[in-house]
């Protein structure tokens, strides 16, 4: 996962866990054609003692071992030192 700002990709490091709700083992999981993939993340949207909060324009998700990635627009603004991800599943978080 990676954060567009006006000076570029950001080259966020994600952490893997770090909140109860997110902090599964990842495991495989099979997509069909056509089909949505979902993951739960979190990221500090202020400016803290970590680093500033940076404004985005577009984000970029990259699964493991793959190399095309997905580009969405969005906007906001991050710490990008305070990305948590959780594991993919087939199935909306509740």
Do not use: E
Request: charge should be negative; glycine fraction near 8%.
């Amino acid at each position: 996962m990676d954060f567009h700002a006006s000076s570029g990709w950001l080259d966020v490091q994600v952490h893997r866990g770090g909140f109860p709700d997110i902090n599964q083992a990842p495991a495989p999981v099979v997509v069909s054609p056509g089909q949505s993939l979902y993951f739960v993340s979190y990221w500090n949207d202020v400016s803290t003692s970590a680093g500033p909060c940076k404004d985005f324009d577009r984000v970029k998700v990259t699964l493991p071992d793959n190399f095309v990635s997905v580009k969405l627009t969005a906007t906001g603004c991050l710490n990008p030192r305070s990305v948590d991800v959780g594991p993919v599943a087939n199935t909306p978080p509740s």
